[in-house]
């Protein structure tokens, strides 16, 4: 059975610092998402790599930025946490093309 | 741009009635259109999808979903609600040319909520 383990489950972090979230997947998928979802606004992609080392922006890629040094890993940075960065933040992982498998989520507390 | 929009934030059903939940899209190409579905304290499980081919598509747990391109429609439904389909359910979409990583267009969400 596929697996994307988020790190954290919850997080609470002060405005300024730098906070990592990271994410695991069990499959050997090419593809990697990240997605923040907030209520009445779906999910809305932040940046997603399709292979090690490469990655593209999505929709809201300001004051985020990744890192996929390895291809089961992808990390989601903030490089200095906002309030208007509190949200929940999805991972996703695919073979090819459309994400398949999420992980279950990290909720973000930036206060 | 593409969009999507859901119609109707919140959907109530009793349980053993037909369940629909509408999803309209804009794009300037020809789609591929998805529907997930999110359990509460999940991440988000890909209930169908219609990339090409037969526009009636079938998908996990008796849900379906019909594409019509003359009515930019690809609303879903399942006949008969059960208590464990109580979850928010997702629209998206992806114009069908360019690369193959898959960037989606989300709608807002629909909630359903399954009454005894």
């Known amino acids: 059975d596929v697996k994307v383990t988020q790190s954290s489950r919850y997080l609470v972090k002060r405005t300024g610092e730098k906070v990592f979230l990271e994410c695991v997947q069990d499959?050997?998928?090419?593809?990697m998402f990240w997605y923040r979802q907030d209520p009445g606004l779906g999910l809305r992609l932040i940046y997603f790599?399709?292979?090690?080392?490469?990655?593209e922006k999505g929709d809201i890629p300001e004051g985020y930025s990744v890192s996929r040094e390895k291809k089961e890993r992808f990390s989601l940075i903030l490089e200095s946490a906002s309030t208007n960065q509190t949200s929940m933040y999805l991972c996703?992982?695919?073979?090819?093309?459309?994400?398949?498998?999420f992980g279950n989520g990290t909720r973000l507390t930036v206060t | 741009a593409q969009s999507v929009t859901q119609l109707g934030s919140h959907v109530s059903v009793s349980e053993g009635a037909l369940v629909l939940l509408r999803c309209n899209y804009s794009?300037?190409?020809?789609?591929?259109l998805f529907w997930y579905v999110q359990y509460p304290n999940q991440g988000l499980q890909l209930l169908l999808k219609?990339?090409?081919?037969?526009?009636l598509v079938k998908g996990i747990n008796g849900f379906e979903a019909e594409f019509k391109k003359s009515e930019t429609s690809f609303h879903l439904t399942k006949p008969s609600a059960h208590m464990s389909d109580a979850a928010e359910y997702f629209c998206?979409?992806?114009?069908?040319?360019?690369?193959?990583?898959?960037?989606?267009?989300f709608g807002q969400g629909t909630i359903l909520t399954v009454h005894p």
């Open positions: 794009s300037s190409v020809p789609p591929y």
């Open positions: 998206a979409v992806r114009d069908s040319g360019g690369t193959s990583y898959g960037k989606l267009t």
């Open positions: 996703a992982s695919s073979f090819r093309g459309a994400p398949l498998h």
């Open positions: 219609y990339t090409t081919g037969a526009t």
């Open positions: 790599s399709y292979d090690v080392k490469m990655k």
């Open positions: 499959m050997d998928h090419e593809n």
